[in-house]
């Protein structure tokens, strides 16, 4: 969805994989099926093809002194989290993944606390807002604002995973496609291949790493990053068994990408959610392998303006630029059968496999998950995503859920920070979660930060 701000990247405040007796099978490959949404079918690689670290460099520019870091906290208000009790060391890798069944590699920073002692801490991934979708939109490229997320996590005393995702090589070959965005199976397999990288690190750099990250895992991201963090849940046990799954902080999530889709094609002025909806298109005609179908359903000029907008320039904003309403967007008989809830193809197979609550792939764990939407919100329609909470802990997932009253896209992510920063904290702790789908959780969150 629309880019989250450098400002909001600044607010970011912030072993073992079993016995070897047990009667468990060895699970060497996904036991899910692949996405049905592809044009050709293809098969998992296995596990023991995908984590490996292909380059690394140790970033001096993102390896940070905890007084630094004060500071920075002190000047966006999140005083309440100084000091921090860290200072950061950090590294730029290369690592191989998998899509559609065949190797590519993808690129992250990773960001460890520093100490004169070694320390066994817990994996934390921090996935981004979107900041584009071609390799130089990848925040690995740039420096402290962009990878400020892993920064921090690490000043906490955690391990951090920041991935550009697929199709955004910050170094080295750049991907051959753009990145597949809002498309489920990636999104996982991306995220859950840089925990692997993680882990891979020590055996990597060929040194003592003060700061061994354990296989318990937080995923944490907020809006295209919320969506590849509830994704990475969804895929967990399936994908990374040899992870624990602690936790999963997703903050104005596109979880319910059919509703958001709905709201998207109704007649009147172009809204946010239109626009989203035309760029998550370019994404999923990307990966389907077929850019042609986007003028199946999006009108002239903005197919054309979609596509170069997103080659060129790491922005998604202003793709619109003039065109007024929907009907002069959407081609009239796609837009017709769309708003009777007959999507064409092959978009209707990525948004009824986007939509969390739909998905075939069983979540086969019971991690917490907090749930930030914000009321306000036209991108990631807040009304849709409150709703979906409701049919997402009607379909068993245990919920923390915060809707910030009166706040936009960027405003209930940023603001609410503390209270995610606070709950993960909590699960890293143990602590047991105390509200579970309070789905009426309503509050003014611009007291617990003024963004």
């Not at 921090?126 to 000043?155: F, K, Y």
């Not at 046990?237 to 903050?251: S, V």
């Not at 917490?368 to 849709?384: I, K, N, T, Y």
């Amino acid at each position: 969805m629309r880019v989250l701000a450098p400002a909001l990247l600044l607010l970011v405040a912030c072993d073992g994989t079993g016995d070897s007796d047990s009667d468990v099978p060895l699970i060497t490959e996904p036991d899910v099926p692949t996405s049905t949404c592809a044009a050709e079918p293809y098969d998992w690689l296995p596990f023991d093809q995908v984590g490996e670290i292909i380059s690394v460099e140790e970033a001096e520019d993102l390896s940070v002194d905890k007084a630094v870091i004060d500071l920075g906290l002190k000047q966006y208000g999140l005083d309440q989290f100084t000091p921090v009790p860290y200072s950061v060391r950090a590294w730029r890798v290369r690592y191989v993944t998998q899509d559609k069944g065949k190797r590519v590699e993808a690129t992250a920073v990773l960001a460890v606390p520093q100490s004169s002692e070694r320390m066994d801490v817990p994996t934390v991934v921090w996935a981004h807002g979107t900041t584009g979708l071609t390799n130089e939109c990848a925040p690995s490229t740039g420096g402290l604002v962009d990878n400020v997320g892993a920064i921090l996590i690490a000043s906490q005393g955690w391990a951090a995973v920041q991935p550009d995702y697929i199709g955004m090589n910050g170094f080295g070959e750049p991907a051959e496609d753009l990145h597949p965005y809002l498309v489920v199976e990636p999104a996982a397999t991306g995220t859950l291949d840089a925990v692997r990288a993680l882990w891979n690190l020590e055996d990597a750099v060929d040194q003592p790493i003060a700061a061994k990250p354990t296989k318990q895992v937080l995923l944490w991201g907020a809006s295209e990053g919320g969506f590849h963090a509830l994704w990475a849940d969804r895929y967990f046990e399936h994908y990374l068994p040899e992870g624990e799954l602690i936790g999963t902080i997703a903050a104005v999530p596109p979880s319910d990408l059919l509703g958001l889709a709905e709201v998207a094609v109704q007649p009147g002025p172009l809204k946010d959610a239109s626009a989203g909806l035309a760029a998550g298109m370019v994404g999923q005609a990307t990966w389907y392998g077929d850019t042609s179908v986007i003028n199946t359903f999006v009108d002239e000029p903005l197919a054309t303006s979609l596509l170069e907008t997103a080659a060129q320039k790491c922005t998604l904003g202003g793709l619109a630029k003039g065109i007024e309403t929907v009907d002069d967007a959407f081609k009239p008989e796609p837009l017709a059968a769309a708003r009777a809830g007959d999507w064409a193809e092959p978009f209707g197979c990525f948004l009824e496999e986007g939509t969390l609550r739909n998905s075939t792939v069983p979540r086969t764990h019971d991690a917490p998950v907090f749930f930030q939407v914000s009321g306000a919100d036209e991108l990631v329609v807040g009304s849709v995503i409150a709703d979906d909470a409701v049919k997402l802990c009607d379909a068993g997932y245990r919920l923390d859920f915060l809707l910030c009253d009166g706040a936009d896209h960027v405003e209930g992510a940023a603001e609410s920070l503390p209270v995610q920063l606070q709950w993960a904290m909590a699960r890293i702790a143990g602590e047991p979660m105390d509200a579970v789908c309070d789905t009426d959780d309503v509050q003014d969150c611009s007291v617990y930060f003024d963004f």
